[in-house]
């Protein structure tokens, strides 16, 4: 089982990137649970066409004890199995407290075993990389963290902190940085500034994505760019970086 945490800073199409990524993964056969590590609990929603989700925090607060692995889990497009932690009501209480309580839920139910799983994405919000959003980082959760960033200063900025933390975190035994992600905002510089970012944390860029009116026009939709326009150049560019984030793994013998 490969457990990949996907990490950037808020808009920057993290959580649209890592559902299609979930789906191309699906489409070879390969058993996907996609985690939504964010508050607003709106990760896997592409991957659900809008379908009501309860989260496990929610949950949780509901049932104690009683929370069972069926509660916390729906399946979605290409049998992607989708969870989202969920998060206090704004301004009342530690949001990364909702990925503590679901990291802990899904791996005190037994989900990675039950669902057989082949890969687990992790969608991180990472605006901020302390507490709870670290979590994913730890060991025995992720075995890898990507980073997801266009040109544009502050999403360099939050990678920037991000990879910063991964590295600080890998002397605690943490999971390591497997690369970048770029997807294209159309900025000055945009490829080089990224490239230089990856450089700066002795990582690679491992995929690019174009910035297309498509994957707007399927959210419109509430769907996937995988399922709304599987053969576009734009599902092209995800099936190769789905490949690319499995070679990643196959290259340290995670699969």
Same mark, same amino acid.
């Given at each position: 089982?490969?457990?990949i945490a996907v990490?950037?800073k808020?808009?920057?199409?993290?959580?649209t990137?890592?559902?299609n990524?979930?789906?191309a993964l699906?489409?070879k056969g390969?058993?996907?649970?996609?985690?939504g590590?964010?508050?607003?609990?709106d990760?896997t929603?592409q991957?659900?066409?809008g379908?009501?989700?309860r989260?496990v925090?929610?949950?949780?607060?509901?049932?104690k004890q009683?929370?069972?692995?069926?509660?916390?889990?729906?399946?979605?497009?290409?049998?992607?199995?989708?969870?989202?932690?969920g998060?206090p009501?704004?301004?009342?209480?530690c949001?990364?407290?909702?990925?503590?309580?679901?990291l802990? #839920?899904?791996?005190?139910?037994?989900?990675y075993e039950?669902?057989?799983?082949?890969i687990?994405?992790y969608?991180v919000l990472?605006?901020?990389?302390c507490?709870?959003?670290?979590?994913p980082m730890?060991?025995?959760?992720?075995?890898?963290?990507?980073i997801?960033?266009?040109?544009e200063?502050?999403?360099?900025?939050?990678?920037a902190?991000?990879?910063?933390a991964v590295?600080n975190?890998?002397?605690?035994?943490?999971?390591?940085?497997?690369g970048?992600?770029?997807?294209?905002?159309?900025v #000055?510089?945009? !490829?080089?500034k990224?490239?230089e970012?990856?450089e700066?944390?002795?990582?690679?860029?491992?995929g #690019?994505?174009?910035?297309?009116d498509l994957?707007t026009?399927a959210?419109?939709?509430?769907?996937?760019?995988?399922?709304?326009?599987? !053969?576009s150049?734009?599902?092209?560019?995800?099936?190769?970086?789905?490949?690319?984030?499995?070679n990643?793994?196959?290259?340290?013998?995670?699969?």
């Open positions: 089982m490969i457990k990490y950037g808020g808009g920057i199409g993290k959580s990137t890592v559902s990524v979930a789906a699906a489409e390969l058993t996907v649970m996609q985690i590590c964010d508050p607003k609990a990760s929603i991957l659900r066409h379908k009501e989700m989260t925090l929610d949950l949780y607060n509901e049932k009683n929370l069972k692995l069926k509660d916390m889990t729906m399946v979605g497009y290409q049998g992607v199995i989708c969870v989202e932690a998060g009501t704004p301004g009342l209480g949001a990364g407290r909702g990925i503590i309580t679901a802990e #839920k899904l791996k005190e139910t037994g989900a039950t669902y057989k799983l082949d687990v994405l969608d990472g605006d901020v990389v507490g709870g959003f670290s979590m730890r060991k025995g959760y992720a075995d890898k963290v990507l997801i960033t266009s040109g200063n502050m999403a360099i900025h939050a990678g902190n991000i990879a910063m590295q975190f890998r002397n605690r035994g943490y999971a390591a940085l497997g970048i992600i770029l997807n294209r905002r159309n #000055k510089r945009e !490829e080089e990224v490239q970012l990856a700066d944390f002795e990582t690679k860029v491992i #690019k994505l174009t910035h297309s994957v026009d959210e419109e939709q509430g769907k996937t760019l995988m399922e709304c326009y599987p !053969e150049e734009m599902a092209t560019e995800y099936r190769i970086l789905a490949e690319q984030i499995l990643l793994c196959r290259e340290d013998g995670l699969c």
